[in-house]
């Protein structure tokens, strides 16, 4: 049963990731009082790129070829130990603790940043850049809510913290927990590639994340993208099961209220892009330098989670 349920987990994103961002595309347009897209203008475009012919840089090495493939594989393993539609470990549940997803997370960013360093390309090395001096301080500030969640909750082991939230009024509502979840959702902005940090366009001179990819064509170009949509699933489905709304989420294995779920969850996540629609579209593009002002704005937040444990819990 829980491999059957580890494959329903895995389609579940898989297939659902890109159509998120569709609908939020969508949400912005509208915002804007554009038409828009097609909420499922992702999956034409994945389909349009695997059809494609695959072209790369004449000097890249085959890292350059295989990084998509193997990124994709990765955010796409967890999606197996990851809590999204249940709250009881599945079948590979018990192999990582959070520490190790982030891990499994830092290797998917590195092996892109060395294809990217592959490709020879001067756009994509800027975006390299860019994307090393926001991660260098974006990630410890990560590897910190980390810390005051397995502090709170006693491990490191995502459902275990769930069940923690769900399960006790007292944390859930303590300053501690709300510094930590402002301070996630601020980095998951970061993640997402979002404004203030950076608008998903190659007309921005301020692109990160477009700019790692531009020399991908065609299937790679393909996987690139899906990659990319899995990863921020997956930290917005971490975000809002774990951080912010840990409620409802089965902790018993039963088929009828996992699917239930999945259908809450996917509203749960609808009104998170709803809100990042909103910030996003409220709110001007920083300078570039001006990005170092709002992680250390995040990294505060994060470091007040720490004051506020030590000077309440910690005395006790």
Do not use: C
């Not at 990731?17 to 897209?37: C, D, Q, V």
């Not at 996987?223 to 902790?251: A, Q």
């Not at 018993?252 to 239930?260: A, F, H, M, Q």
């Amino acid at each position: 049963m829980l491999v059957f349920l580890s494959i329903v987990q895995l389609l579940y994103v898989l297939l659902l990731s890109p159509l998120i961002f569709g609908i939020l595309a969508k949400i912005e347009e509208r915002i804007e009082s554009k038409n828009g897209p097609s909420i499922f203008q992702p999956y034409y475009d994945l389909y349009k790129l695997l059809r494609k012919e695959i072209v790369v840089p004449n000097h890249s090495s085959p890292i350059f070829h295989v990084a998509p493939y193997v990124s994709f594989a990765l955010y796409s393993s967890l999606t197996l130990v990851l809590p999204i539609i249940t709250d009881f470990p599945l079948q590979f549940g018990p192999i990582v603790d959070f520490i190790g997803g982030g891990l499994i997370f830092g290797a998917a960013a590195a092996i892109k940043k060395l294809a990217s360093l592959d490709s020879r390309s001067n756009y994509s090395h800027l975006g390299l850049s860019r994307a090393a001096s926001l991660g260098a301080l974006s990630e410890p500030i990560t590897v910190l809510i980390f810390i005051m969640f397995g502090v709170m909750a006693k491990s490191n082991n995502p459902y275990v913290i769930n069940n923690v939230l769900q399960t006790s009024s007292w944390w859930y509502l303590s300053l501690t927990h709300w510094f930590v979840a402002a301070a996630f959702f601020m980095v998951l902005i970061v993640e997402l590639g979002r404004l203030p940090i950076e608008r998903h366009s190659t007309a921005e001179l301020g692109m990160i994340d477009q700019g790692m990819s531009m020399e991908y064509s065609g299937a790679d170009l393909a996987f690139e993208k899906w990659g990319g949509y899995v990863k921020k699933f997956l930290l917005m489905s971490v975000f809002l099961n774990i951080y912010t709304i840990p409620f409802f989420v089965p902790v018993k294995v039963n088929l009828g209220s996992i699917l239930v779920y999945g259908g809450i969850h996917f509203l749960k996540l609808l009104g998170l892009i709803v809100g990042v629609a909103f910030f996003e579209e409220s709110i001007s593009k920083f300078r570039l330098f001006k990005n170092f002002d709002y992680i250390a704005f995040a990294f505060s937040l994060a470091f007040m989670s720490f004051l506020a444990f030590y000077v309440t819990v910690g005395r006790v």
